[in-house]
C-alpha cells in the first residue's frame, strides 16, 4: 500500500516536472521569436522616420545632395534587402549617413532651430537606442534559452522535443569598427 | 558576452529580493494588526473593536495594494506627462523597457527644479515613473537614461509593491497612533484608571500589563513603522543601481547622474516623510546649505551615501 503511494507520488512528480519544463521551454522560445520581432518592429520604424527627416532637411540645406542620398540610398538598401547579412550591412549605413546628416545641422542653424528637426531627430535617437535594446534584448533571451536547453535535466526533454539552440546576434566586422562619417 | 556573465549573481539576487518583499509585507500587516489591536484595547472597545479594527487594517491594506500609488504620485504632485512634450523621456523609457521586457509604465512629471525621481506601483503591469522637471533640465541624455533605468529596475525587483505599501502603512500607523494617544489623554482615562485600580486589587494582573504593553507600542508604533520603511530602501537603492547599469550596459552615464545628484544642493519641494524612500536620492535637506533640519534627516536616512554607491559602480 504504501509502496504504492509512494509511486503515485514519484510519477506525478516527474510528471508535474515534465509539464512545467516543457512549458517554460515554450515560452521561452516564444519570447525570442517575439524579441526578433521587436527589432523588426523598430527597424521599420526607423524606414518610416527617415522620408519625413530628408524633406525637412530639403527645405534649409537642398544643395547638401550628396549626404541627403546616402540617406536615402542606405534607407532603401535596408528595406530591400534579402539576407540578414546584407540587412546588417544596409542598417550600418543609414545609421552612419544619419550621423552626417545630423552633422549637417550644425552648419544650418535655421534648421537645427526648426521644431520638426528636432523632433524627427529625438524620435530618430530615441529608436536608435530602441534597436539597439532590443538586439540585447534578443541575446539575453537566447542566452536564458540555451542555457536552459543545455542544463541537466532539461537537455533531456529539449532533446526529445527537438528544442534547438539559437544564434545570438552578432554585429558583423564592419559595425564593430567606427563607423565612418563622411562630410 | 561579459556583461552576461555577470548577470547570474544579479538574478539571484532579485530573487531573494522577492522573497524578502513578501516577507516585509507580511511582518507590516502583522504590525499593523497588532498596533489595531492594541488601540482598540486601550479604548475598551471589546472583541468586537478588534475585530473592526482588523476589518478596517485589512481594507485599508487592500484599498493600499489597489491605490497606494495613486496616493504617492498625489503627495509628490505629479502629473501625467504628454507625449508630444515630454518625448526624449519617452523615448528612453521605451527603449529600456524593450531591454528589460518590462511593459512601459505610466510617466509622470513633477514641476520641481530640484533632480529627482521615483517608481511606484504594485507589479509591473500596474507601475508609475515619476521624474521632475530639473531632473529632465539638467541630465543629459545618457545620464537621464542611467536614471531612468535605476527607477525601471525598482519595478522590475518588485521593490515598488513593498515601497509602496510601505508608505499607505506607515500612514495608517501614525493615524492609529496618534488617535490612540489622543484618546487615551482625553476620554480614555475613564477606562484605565478604574481598570488600572481595580487591576491592581489583584485578580486582573495581566490585563494592567497589557494596557502598559499597549500603550508603549502605541507610542513606539511610529519609529517602528519608520524602521521598517528604512529596511526595505537602503540595500535596495544599491541593487537598484546594478540592476539599471545591466539594462543599459554603460555605467558612467547612472554615475554622471549621481555625481550631479550628489553636486546638486536643491531639495524637492513637494516631498513628504512618508514617500522619502521612494526617491533615487534624499529629497529632504541633508548638508547644511540644503537646509535647517539636515541633521535631524540624516537620522533617517532611507538612502545609502551618494559616494558609495557610485564607487559601487565604478568598479563595475
Redesign the interface.
Known amino acids: 500500500m504504501i509502496a504504492l503511494i509512494v509511486v503515485v507520488v514519484l510519477v506525478v512528480l516527474v510528471g508535474l516536472y515534465l509539464v512545467i519544463t516543457y512549458n517554460g521551454l515554450v515560452s521561452l522560445r516564444n519570447?525570442i521569436e517575439n524579441a526578433w520581432a521587436?527589432i523588426d518592429v523598430?527597424l521599420k520604424r526607423r524606414y518610416d522616420l527617415i522620408p519625413n527627416l530628408v524633406e525637412t532637411v530639403k527645405g534649409y540645406a537642398a544643395h547638401e545632395r550628396e549626404t541627403l542620398d546616402a540617406v536615402i540610398t542606405a534607407r532603401n538598401a535596408g528595406m530591400n534587402a534579402s539576407t540578414p547579412h546584407e540587412q546588417a550591412q544596409a542598417e550600418n549605413q543609414i545609421t552612419g549617413a544619419l550621423k552626417s546628416l545630423f552633422a549637417l545641422s550644425e552648419a544650418y542653424p535655421d534648421l537645427k532651430a526648426n521644431q520638426n528637426f528636432a523632433?524627427l531627430q529625438?524620435?530618430l535617437?530615441?529608436?536608435e537606442?530602441?534597436i539597439?535594446?532590443?538586439r540585447?534584448?534578443y541575446?539575453?533571451?537566447v542566452?536564458r534559452y540555451n542555457t536552459k536547453i543545455q542544463s541537466f535535466p532539461a537537455n533531456i526533454l529539449a532533446n526529445a522535443f527537438r528544442f534547438r539552440e539559437r544564434e545570438?546576434f552578432q554585429a558583423d566586422d564592419e559595425s564593430r569598427g567606427p563607423t565612418q562619417v563622411r562630410f | 558576452?561579459l556583461a552576461?556573465a555577470a548577470?547570474l549573481p544579479v538574478y539571484d539576487q532579485v530573487t531573494a529580493n522577492k522573497r524578502r518583499s513578501w516577507l516585509l509585507v507580511a511582518g507590516f500587516a502583522l504590525f499593523v494588526v497588532a498596533v489595531a489591536v492594541a488601540f482598540s484595547y486601550l479604548i475598551q472597545a471589546g472583541p468586537a473593536g478588534v475585530a473592526i479594527a482588523l476589518v478596517v487594517a485589512i481594507a485599508l491594506n487592500v484599498g493600499a495594494y489597489w491605490k497606494s500609488d495613486a496616493v504617492a504620485l498625489r503627495l509628490s504632485r505629479a502629473r501625467p506627462a504628454p507625449q508630444e512634450e515630454f518625448?526624449?523621456y519617452?523615448?528612453?523609457v521605451?527603449?529600456?523597457c524593450?531591454?528589460?521586457?518590462l511593459p512601459k509604465p505610466r510617466l509622470y512629471v513633477i514641476d520641481d527644479p530640484a533632480p529627482n525621481a521615483f517608481a511606484t506601483g504594485r507589479n509591473p503591469r500596474n507601475a508609475a515613473v515619476a521624474v521632475t522637471t530639473g531632473l529632465l533640465e539638467k541630465m543629459n541624455?545618457m545620464e537621464l537614461?542611467g536614471v531612468l533605468a535605476h527607477e525601471l529596475s525598482h519595478i522590475k525587483n518588485y521593490d515598488i509593491l513593498v515601497s509602496t505599501l510601505a508608505v499607505t502603512m506607515v500612514g495608517m500607523v501614525a493615524i492609529l497612533a496618534d488617535l490612540g494617544i489622543r484618546l487615551l489623554w482625553w476620554g480614555g482615562g475613564r477606562r484605565s484608571h478604574s481598570d488600572f485600580d481595580r487591576d491592581r486589587g489583584g485578580n486582573g494582573g495581566p490585563a494592567a500589563i497589557l494596557s502598559i504593553v499597549g500603550f508603549v507600542l502605541l507610542l513606539l508604533s511610529p519609529l517602528i513603522a519608520r524602521l521598517m520603511q528604512l529596511a526595505v530602501s537602503r540595500q535596495r537603492e544599491t541593487l537598484a543601481d546594478v540592476s539599471g547599469v545591466e539594462m543599459t550596459?554603460y555605467p558612467p552615464g547612472l554615475i554622471s547622474a549621481l555625481e550631479k545628484l550628489r553636486d546638486d544642493s536643491t531639495v524637492v519641494h513637494a516631498h513628504s516623510r512618508a514617500t522619502a524612500h521612494l526617491w533615487i536620492e534624499e529629497p529632504a535637506a541633508q548638508t547644511p546649505d540644503e537646509g535647517r533640519l539636515s541633521r535631524v534627516n540624516r537620522l533617517f536616512q532611507t538612502h545609502p551615501p551618494i559616494e558609495e554607491r557610485i564607487a559601487l559602480l565604478r568598479e563595475m
Request: aromatic content about 10%; cysteine-free; overall charge negative.
Open positions: 519570447r521587436q523598430q523632433q529625438e524620435e535617437t530615441g529608436t537606442g530602441r539597439a535594446y532590443a540585447q534584448f541575446n539575453d533571451t542566452y545570438y | 558576452m552576461l548577470e518625448a526624449r519617452h523615448n528612453l521605451e527603449g529600456l524593450i531591454a528589460s521586457g541624455r537614461e550596459r
